[in-house]
Each structure stands twice: as C-alpha cells, then as structure tokens.
C-alpha cells in the first residue's frame, strides 16, 4: 500500500503532535471518494467538524493545486493551501495535502499542520481512505496531550461521514 509524502519539517516524530486515522471498505472506489473530499463546500454536510470553507483568488469550487482556501475546524480558523493535487486514475493513488496555519506567525498560539489524504482502490472492490496530519506549535503540544484524543476521534467521524456520503452519492 501507498504512504503519505511528507515535505521537510513536518515529517511524523519530528513534530508536536501526529494523527493518522484509516478506513477500508467495500463497494466503493477512489473516483466515488474523491468528489466529496476534492469539494470543500460539502465538508460540512457529513462532517460537523468543519464549517465555513470557501477559497480565495477566484478558486474552486473543487481544489487545485496551489488553490488558497480557509475552513474552520476543531475551534481554530485555518487558512490553507494546496500543496498536491492528484485525481485518482487507474492504478495510482489519488492524494491531495494542504499547509493550514492558524495565527499570527511567530506568536505563542500559532499552529501550522500539514494535513495529507490517501484514495487507494485495493483488490477485491475494496477502497482505502487514509488520512495523516502532523502539527507543529504550541496548540499543538496541547492537542497530543488531550486525553480526549480529539483530533483522533474528529479525523475519524470525518472519515466515517466520508464514506457514508459517498455511499449515498453512489445509491442515488
């Protein structure tokens, strides 16, 4: 299977805090993912976890590469940007990954992540949807040291809404 690419300074141990959450299942494909991950706008309607996304300099509805957008999510307002773009296509993973930052650069409550997406189909019309994030500042340090684990369980009800709106786009 696939892993995610990481750039310089946010690869996983070498950070505040990482989170990587994973799901495979059935009766889907990488192309029925891909639309609703691809489109921030539909976030929210199977993720209560992300609000208010739109994109910057005329882009979107769908993301490129290089594209400018914010969201909000667990309490912070990201601003972000796309650092890989690919659709999927037989044979090769899809992956899309964002730089998000929240805060003033250089201030005590900056946050910079770099959030990664996995769309693997596998053998048997099975497909893989893996998600990584690592997080770099002080948020950060208290993110990892939540014992509620939010940013494990929030990834995960992303994951499950993913894949239940992607089933229901499929059944319509």
Same mark, same amino acid.
């Given at each position: 299977?696939?892993?995610?690419?990481?750039?310089?300074?946010?690869?996983?141990?070498?950070?505040?805090?990482?989170?990587?959450?994973?799901?495979?299942?059935?009766?889907?494909? #990488?192309?029925?993912?891909?639309?609703?991950?691809?489109?921030?706008?539909?976030?929210?309607?199977?993720?209560?976890?992300?609000?208010?996304?739109?994109?910057?300099?005329?882009?979107?509805?769908?993301?490129?590469?290089?594209?400018?957008?914010?969201?909000?999510?667990?309490?912070?307002?990201?601003?972000?940007?796309?650092?890989? %773009?690919?659709?999927?296509?037989?044979?090769?993973?899809?992956?899309?990954?964002? %730089?998000?930052?929240?805060?003033?650069?250089?201030?005590?409550?900056?946050?910079?992540? %770099? %959030?990664?997406?996995?769309?693997?189909?596998?053998?048997?019309?099975?497909?893989?949807?893996?998600?990584?994030?690592?997080?770099?500042?002080?948020?950060?340090?208290?993110?990892?040291?939540?014992? #509620?684990?939010?940013?494990?369980?929030?990834?995960?009800?992303?994951?499950?809404?993913?894949?239940?709106?992607?089933?229901?786009?499929?059944?319509?």
């Amino acid at each position: 299977m696939s892993d995610i690419l990481w750039p310089a300074g946010y690869v996983p141990g070498f950070t505040e805090n990482f989170v990587s959450n994973e799901v495979i299942v059935t009766g889907l494909t #990488a192309a029925d993912i891909w639309p609703l991950l691809d489109t921030p706008d539909l976030w929210p309607t199977y993720y209560a976890n992300s609000a208010e996304p739109r994109f910057y300099d005329g882009k979107g509805p769908r993301f490129s590469a290089g594209a400018r957008f914010f969201f909000k999510t667990f309490g912070f307002p990201v601003e972000a940007q796309v650092v890989e %773009h690919v659709p999927p296509v037989p044979g090769q993973p899809a992956r899309v990954a964002w %730089h998000g930052w929240a805060g003033e650069e250089g201030a005590a409550d900056r946050l910079d992540v %770099h %959030h990664a997406w996995l769309i693997e189909d596998l053998s048997e019309e099975r497909v893989r949807v893996l998600t990584q994030e690592t997080q770099k500042g002080q948020p950060a340090v208290a993110l990892a040291n939540d014992p #509620a684990q939010p940013m494990i369980n929030g990834h995960q009800q992303w994951l499950i809404g993913l894949v239940a709106a992607a089933r229901k786009a499929k059944q319509s």
